[in-house]
Nanobody, 117 residues
Framework: QVRVVESGGGLVQPGGSLRLSCAASRSGFNIYAYGMGWYRQAPGLQRELVAT???????TYADSVKGRFTISRDNAKNTVHLQMNSLKTEDTAVYYC?????????WGQGTQVTVSS
């Protein structure tokens, strides 16, 4: 099973930026053939899809983050990133990554993003 580890979250003021990273690992595994996605779950709400990137680096974004977030991938390092700019209080959530479509892998612990003044 593929193991994913998310990092880079923290506390930031509204309007600030964070860069999240997701490292995927399994013996002999590489993400190059997989679409990948970032998801988030705010307290009391269902997990939602935030951004996706295909194996050909095509991207999609939820309307709520379009123009503020950028997803990217580094296949050589088996990592996926989410650059988050102009953060809003409503972006507060635990952020997860997984393959997309799917998701088919076990969920990681996620990384907490808190946007507050």
């Amino acid at each position: 099973q593929v193991r994913v580890v998310e990092s880079g979250g923290g506390l930031v003021q509204p309007g600030g930026s964070l860069r999240l990273s997701c490292a995927a690992s399994r013996s002999g595994f590489n993400i190059y053939a997989y679409g990948m996605g970032w998801y988030r779950q705010a307290p009391g709400l269902q997990r939602e899809l935030v951004a996706t990137i295909t194996s050909f680096r095509g991207t999609t974004y939820a309307d709520s983050v379009k123009g503020r977030f950028t997803i990217s991938r580094d296949n050589a390092k088996n990592t996926v990133h989410l650059q988050m700019n102009s953060l809003k209080t409503e972006d507060t959530a635990v952020y997860y990554c997984n393959n997309y479509p799917g998701p088919a892998w076990d969920w990681g612990q996620g990384t907490q993003v808190t946007v507050s003044s």
